[in-house]
């Protein structure tokens, strides 16, 4: 038999670095939606280590041009998570009906409106 190799010392976690962009420029040059209100919602919401509020060094939020944000993570975090806040925001603003969260990349997330197909259009035909 093979000797077993043992690890030496504390395994730390390698540090991951992730990137996230929610693009709202579409809604928010409609200006239905508000781009710093929704900055200031992810963070208040979003949860370090099991605790709301704890963001610390380890995720920066900033503002990129028009109805661009930006989340730099230095820890875990999902971009289902993102996505959910961002559905959670949408209801909170009773936007949900008109908009929806549609993952254009990896990492980048877009808020588009529904496609709405005129339907009086077709019943005057009738």
């Known amino acids: 038999m093979a000797p077993i190799a043992k ?3 504390k395994g730390k ?4 670095t992730k990137k996230f962009i929610i693009n709202a420029s579409q809604p928010a040059s409609d200006k239905i939606f508000d781009v710093s209100a929704f900055e200031k919602f992810l963070n208040e919401k979003i949860k370090v280590e099991g605790r ?3 963001l610390g060094e380890t995720i920066k939020i ?3 041009g028009d109805g661009k944000i930006e989340i730099i993570a230095h820890n875990e975090l999902s971009g289902r998570y993102l996505k959910y806040l961002t559905k959670k925001f949408l209801k909170k603003m009773q936007l949900r009906d008109w908009l929806r969260v549609v993952s254009t990349s990896k990492g980048v ?3 588009k409106f529904f496609n709405v197909v005129n339907d009086e259009a ?3 035909d009738e």
């Open 7 to 9: 690890k030496s010392g």
């Open 13 to 16: 976690a390698p540090k991951v």
């Open 52 to 54: 709301v509020g704890n």
């Open 62 to 64: 900033s503002q990129q």
């Open 109 to 111: 997330y877009e808020l």
């Open 122 to 124: 077709e019943e005057d």
